[in-house]
Structure formats: structure tokens, C-alpha cells
Nanobody, 124 residues
Framework: QVQLVESGGGLVQAGGSLNVSCAASGRTFRSNAMGWFRQAPGKEREFVALIKWSGSSANYADSVKGRFTISRDNAKNTVYLQMNNLKPEDTAVYYC?????????????????WGQGTQVTVSS
């Protein structure tokens, strides 16, 4: 069984920063890529960022590009999302997800494992 555990969410003022992390564990954990998604109240869950375990390929939603940075620590099976210059519209529950196979990286339905989510609240 694969488990993804997010941590690091919280309350921050607009313009501030937060770093959320996602630790993956499991007897045979192998994935092609890790993604971050978020869901704001009353809205659908949306793609935020992804990173592949091999190479340095990372991709971002336009709404966070230049403010958020995704990174990984392969030895720890952990992925991080550094969020800078946060805005009230970034308020959401942030989920990490693991994808076993290539392709459809922006489609949440193609991710195999999900964490429980961590709340990020940005006050104005």
C-alpha cells in the first residue's frame, strides 16, 4: 500500500510564503511523477505543479508560475512545494498525488495515489 502524507500547510498573510511537503512510503513505491493539485471552496480540483522523479522536468499552472517551485528529494521519497508571494486566491486544500505511468500529467484522473490534503489559507 502506498501512502502519501502532506504537511506544512497553514495560515499566512498575502505576500507571504509557505512550504508544503509530501512524503511517500510503501513497500514497493515507484512512480513516474508527483503532482500537486488544489481545491478551493466551491471549485473543482485543479492542477498546480508536477515533477518527474528522473531528470529535472517540472511544470506549473500559469496561475502559479514564477511564484511556486516544486522540488524533490529522491532519497527521502519526498516532494516539496515552495509557495512565495501568496495571494488570497491561492487559498485551498493542497493535495499531492503520485503517478505510475507516463502521459496525461495534467489530468488528475491519471494519478494513482493521493494524500489526504493540507489546508493553505492566505489572508488579505
Amino acid at each position: 500500500q502506498v501512502q502519501l502524507v502532506e504537511s506544512g500547510g497553514g495560515l499566512v498573510q498575502a505576500g507571504g510564503s509557505l512550504n508544503v511537503s509530501c512524503a511517500a512510503s510503501g513497500r514497493t513505491f515507484r512512480s513516474n511523477a508527483m503532482g500537486w493539485f488544489r481545491q478551493a471552496p466551491g471549485k473543482e480540483r485543479e492542477f498546480v505543479a508536477l515533477i518527474k522523479w528522473s531528470g529535472s522536468s517540472a511544470n506549473y499552472a500559469d496561475s502559479v508560475k514564477g511564484r511556486f517551485t516544486i522540488s524533490r528529494d529522491n532519497a527521502k521519497n519526498t516532494v516539496y512545494l515552495q509557495m512565495n508571494n501568496l495571494k488570497p486566491e491561492d487559498t485551498a486544500v493542497y493535495y499531492c498525488a503520485a503517478k505510475r505511468f507516463t502521459g496525461d500529467y495534467y489530468y488528475q484522473g491519471s494519478y494513482d495515489y493521493w494524500g489526504q490534503g493540507t489546508q493553505v489559507t492566505v489572508s488579505s
